[in-house]
């Protein structure tokens, strides 16, 4: 079998697991990029640097999107399905870029977000709620 057949093999592959795949965590999308890279050899051009402006391009790709859109409604109804659909990629580009850049670099993303997320409850804490209020 060819390099053809391998390849049509690989993205069976792919579609299956895809479909099995409802929750993945950050640890194991990192682990699947960095599968991925190495299996190409791209690990020499996944530079902190690089890998940042690539995020940036694809956050103006995803800019794009709604660049002429005005204020969209929360759930977007008013969306085509293949808008939705590119939309997802667009987010998805940004989010796996974010995943390689934090592990190339060595942060542990998920550890660095609940930590920020504790940091900001502390920043900025809910209103209190008064007797005035009840």
């Known amino acids: 079998m060819g390099e053809l057949g391998e390849e049509i093999v690989v993205e069976e592959e792919i579609v299956v697991e895809e479909e099995k795949v409802k929750d ?4 194991d999308l ?3 990029l960095d599968e991925f890279a190495k ?3 791209w690990e020499k051009y996944h530079s902190p640097r690089n890998l940042l402006l690539a995020m940036v391009g694809e956050v103006g790709e995803l800019s794009e999107i709604f660049q002429w859109r005005g204020e969209v409604d ?3 109804p008013n969306w ?3 808008d939705k659909e590119h939309l997802g990629e667009e987010l998805s580009d940004v989010l796996l870029y974010l995943i390689r850049l934090a592990d190339v670099c060595g942060i542990d993303l998920a ?3 609940i930590k920020k997320i504790v940091k900001n409850a502390i920043k900025y804490p809910p209103p ?3 007797k005035d209020l009840l």
């Open 24 to 27: 993945i965590s950050l640890k």
């Open 30 to 32: 990192s682990k699947k």
């Open 39 to 41: 299996a190409r050899d």
């Open 74 to 76: 929360k759930g977007l």
């Open 80 to 82: 085509e399905e293949s």
């Open 111 to 113: 550890d660095a977000a």
């Open 128 to 130: 209190e709620v008064t």
